[in-house]
């Protein structure tokens, strides 16, 4: 019989993606099978985040649970994978040394050597390297055909924002070869894939050299993609206001395949915020970007990571942040409190805001931004709009959802007989917050 794997994913796209591809070792280069009862399982992987400190301390909390099954089946194998594991390789194996393995996010593809080590060694096995492109080199495709996919083309980051343990955690910014992200969506694509969503923690910082000396930068790479490769949509997350260029400008110009929606991190609406975090950009400056692309595409829409009570943020502060809100009009937010992380320069600026105004602050800017996007989806009733269908509603089992190209979630009438299909329909209601639509044709 084979043995059984369950994989816990925290945190964000990236770790969904490597799971995904532990996932995928384990199936094929282990003979393992998924289990979604962890209570079955052989081997139980957790996949960290480590951005946040309640994120991390969940970690433990979990662990602790895990320690109970092992305590009846001292035979199970238990993982900590992703930034977690990165960042505290030590005292996992300290506070938690019934943890088999620790491995790192660029370390994923040695898990099958990793667990064969743990399996005869009494300590727990660590490697949390950062091993360059080894990993983009080491992984199995995916062969299931699924119809948007993600495409890792760069990894870690070198901004170094004062309050963010990432490029601790992932390393710095590497890229991954032209070819190989080629080949990558290109398999995907003979594979019935119609969406990729290009994934990095920065991916216009994209920077590749071939052989030839020529450079390939992220927008250079939309153009190859998009010229060379049938692909109907090209999404991509997250990018960063300093990496916004004359090329990726002409990218959104020229390509249709690119969505009009973008996720571009601002994190604050004031200058001050902005300086003590190390953004690197005044709200100027952000706000020029939006204005050229709001040129290019009037329909485009935005959507921002926020920090709310980072140290020294005033009343005014957070005001301006909301100003730049109403502003903008962000269709969606990922919203957050500052929360202080070990070992980065903010951990040493002193945190003066109380929770509750932490809180109070948080609250008010996710309703600020919910009732902007309600109020903007009113704006589309009646309109004809191309969707991609995703799945089935959640909402509904007699309908399926699907996306327009500037990130609109819609729901219309049909089974599961629709997914995959690009649909030109027209929106007919908003209800609640659920906007409804009907087929025009197939
Ligand atoms: N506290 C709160 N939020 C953080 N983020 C990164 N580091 C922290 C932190 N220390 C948020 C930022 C980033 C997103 C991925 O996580 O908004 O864009
Ligand atoms: Fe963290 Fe800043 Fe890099 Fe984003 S750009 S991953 S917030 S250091």
Redesign the pocket.
């Known amino acids: 019989m084979k043995k059984k794997y369950y994989i816990e994913t925290q945190g964000c796209q990236m770790n969904e993606y490597d799971s995904d591809k532990m996932k995928n070792l384990l199936s094929k280069e282990m003979n393992f099978e998924n289990t979604e009862i962890k209570e079955d399982a052989d081997v139980l992987i957790v996949n960290t985040c480590s951005i946040r400190e309640k994120a991390q301390e969940k970690v433990f909390s979990l662990l602790g649970k895990w320690r109970k099954l092992k305590q009846k089946n001292p035979n199970i194998v238990i993982g900590v994978a992703g930034c977690v594991a990165s960042q505290e390789s030590v005292e996992i194996s300290s506070r938690a040394p019934y943890v088999d393995m620790v491995i790192g996010p660029q370390t994923i593809h040695r898990l099958p050597e990793l667990y064969k080590k743990s399996l005869v060694s009494k300590k727990t096995v660590v490697d949390v390297e950062f091993p360059l492109i080894e990993k983009f080199d080491n992984l199995p495709t995916v062969t299931e055909s699924k119809f948007s996919e993600f495409v890792t083309i760069m990894e870690g ?1 070198s ?3 004062s309050y ?1 343990v ?2 601790y955690t992932r390393g710095t910014e590497v890229s991954r070869p032209l070819n190989d992200i080629i080949e990558e969506i290109n398999n995907l694509v003979n594979n019935g894939t119609k969406e990729i969503i290009l994934l990095g ?2 991916v216009n910082a994209y920077f590749y050299e071939d052989k030839n000396g020529n450079i390939i930068n992220f927008g250079l790479l939309l153009f190859y993609i998009a010229k060379n490769l049938d692909i109907k949509r090209i999404r991509f997350t997250t990018s ?1 206001p300093n990496n916004f260029d004359e090329q990726i400008y002409l990218a959104y110009e020229k390509l249709p395949q690119l969505v009009s929606h973008l996720h571009l991190p601002i994190q604050s609406g004031s200058d001050k915020i902005l300086a003590a975090m190390k953004r690197g950009y005044t709200v100027l400056e952000y706000k020029s970007i939006i204005k050229r692309l709001k040129i290019i595409r009037p329909d485009i829409t935005f959507s921002s990571d926020f920090i709310v009570g980072f140290p020294g943020e005033t009343e005014g502060d957070f005001l301006k942040t909301i100003d730049i809100i109403k502003e903008i009009q962000f269709d969606q937010s990922y919203s957050f409190i500052y929360s202080k992380r070990p070992g980065t320069p903010a951990a040493s600026i002193e945190d003066n805001i109380s929770d509750e105004i932490k809180k109070e602050r948080l609250c008010y800017l996710k309703e600020t931004i919910n009732s902007l996007s309600k109020n903007r989806s009113k704006t589309i009733i009646g309109e004809k709009i191309e969707i991609l269908v995703e799945g089935i509603s959640s909402k509904y089992n007699d309908m399926v959802v699907g996306r327009t190209k500037n990130n609109k979630i819609i729901n219309i009438a049909g089974n599961s007989t629709l997914i995959g299909e690009i649909l030109n329909i027209k929106v007919t209601e908003l209800d609640n917050k659920t906007l409804k639509g009907e087929i025009l044709n197939i």
């Open positions: 980051c901004k170094y924002c963010c990432v490029p923690q920065n960063h």
